[in-house]
């Protein structure tokens, strides 16, 4: 069945440091992915999306990497910071959602 | 522009009682869907709907479970004869017409506990 995994359900960084979150997905004919973050005592909220047929996404601190012949994607978040700490989620097709790695940022 | 609104966001059950979570989507979105997050879990997708249609409840357990987005007013999760089990954080989100699926704009969620 169809299934989006995390790698490592909490990761520590120092500030200022960049972090990787990875995700697996097992539907070869995923074409669409989302990077959501949860703040605790909060809804998601949209952080990036990829499509199929890119490779690599940048935006604003955060770069979202897929690798579709391994099934694998990930988030990059650049000179992490206090405020980024929170649950990363990723979904395909916004529908499917992988357990979640929680981001702590050490000052 | 008012985002997601739920509520109650809190809500507190005994056991064998209805619980109703209702969701108003941000204005102009006719899509919304609910999900679920247990403690320390990642959401899990229960149904989308658009104005008056389910459009897939694969998520939704058979039993006690259902929703509504009528053509007037939010939409309606609904759970019948509560258990523990169903203790969690709903949430409900809403997407305009063109997104069909794909960015979803997330309420706070509602939580409820079931004595």
């Known amino acids: 069945g169809e299934s989006v995994g995390l790698h490592l359900p909490t990761l520590s960084v120092q500030e200022g440091d960049n972090s990787i979150i990875n995700c697996a997905y097992s539907?070869?004919?995923?074409?669409?992915f989302i990077w959501y973050k949860q703040e605790s005592g909060k809804g998601p909220q949209f952080i990036i999306d990829i499509r199929s047929n890119m490779d690599k996404r940048q935006g604003q601190r955060v770069t979202v990497l897929l690798n579709k012949t391994v099934k694998h994607l990930s988030l990059q978040i650049a000179a992490t910071q206090p405020g980024d700490s929170a649950v990363y989620f990723c979904a395909e097709k916004g529908l499917v959602f992988g357990k979640g790695t929680r981001l702590s940022v050490i000052a | 522009n008012a985002g997601v609104m739920q509520n109650p966001r809190h809500l507190v059950r005994r056991r064998g009682q209805e619980a109703r979570l209702r969701c108003s989507p941000m204005k102009g979105h006719s899509h919304v869907y609910w999900y679920r997050q247990l403690p320390e879990e990642g959401l899990k997708f229960m149904v989308y709907l658009q104005k008056e249609n389910i459009i897939d409840e694969s998520g939704m357990p058979k039993e006690r479970f259902s929703a509504e987005f009528p053509k007037e007013g939010p939409s309606i999760l609904r759970i019948q004869q509560v258990v523990r089990g169903d203790s969690a954080a709903y949430f409900c989100a809403s997407s305009p017409p063109s997104a069909q699926g794909h960015e979803q704009f997330f309420g706070p969620g509602t939580r409820l506990t079931v004595l």
């Open positions: 539907n070869s004919a995923s074409d669409y």
